[in-house]
């Protein structure tokens, strides 16, 4: 896709190829489509080429398919409740269209990306907080799921939020996706802690064959309340998905987090080789977070500055 966002040259990109090489040229703006023909996520597909297109010479419109719901990426959800509110952060906007939505193992999604180029990227700073104002969320079903999957998920992860926060409304609308909005069947459910200071904070799940509702309910509650519990300024999903944005901005980002992932980890390392960027991690120093595992990561970005603008 990054290939043919700026007309480069790539080598190698085959199964069973232990090594690529990639020459990029220019960046083009205009519409691009990039088809995984599977259930492969068009949010891991909008991940990678929306640090590309920002630097483009003119608006662009992408269009990804694939799975808009699938494991081991971040559902189309989590990209606009949580992802999109917070990199927009980062001194631009983009909208985001889901024409369908696609899960395992059809596929068969599709989402519409728009976004204008920027002259540069402006730094972040996400360290304060704050106290969790509201939860909400949404469990859906589409497809030939009976809608009381979506209504058991959504009780079930109400029950487990309760347990522990039990001052606030927990809000979690059951959703019967439309026939012409979803392609094949699947069931999946998100919730969202948002604080006083803006911060936003994600659990999800996905239904699985032979795996009851409740289960998946309760999954998706428990990974929210852990990701309230690290003191961080950001979930363990969100960490690693700004790393790029901090690299390329025009000055000093923090964010606060909980324990550093792998995935964190590995784009530091690669920000660092590639950009040139300069990151450091260090455990945090407030009071509060004393007993917690909260640490600070801080970039100095490289000052990317579109060369077409």
Partial sequence: MVRDLCGGQLEGAEIGSTEIAFTPEKIRGGIHTADTKTAGSVCLLMQVSMPCVLFAASPSELRLKGGTNAEMAPQIDYTMMVFKPIVEKFGFKFNCDIKMRGYYPKGGGEVLVQMSPVKQLSPINLTDRGSVTKIYGRAFVAGVLPFKVAKDMAAAAVRCIRKEIRDLYVNIQPVQE???????????????????????????????????????????????????????????????????????????????????????????HFAEQLAKAKFTVKKSEDEEDASKDTYIIECEGVGMTNPYL
């Fill in 178 to 268: 439309p026939r012409d909005q979803a392609f094949g069947n699947g069931s999946g459910i998100i919730i969202v802690a948002e604080t006083s200071t803006g911060c936003l904070f994600a659990g999800s799940a996905l239904g699985k064959r032979g795996v009851n509702a409740d289960k998946v309910g309760i999954e998706a509650a428990e990974v929210l309340l852990a990701n309230l519990r690290h003191g961080g300024t950001v979930d363990e999903y969100l960490q690693d998905q700004l790393i790029i944005f901090m690299a390329l901005a025009n000055g000093i980002s923090r964010i606060k987090t909980g324990p550093v992932t792998l995935h964190t980890q590995t784009a530091i």
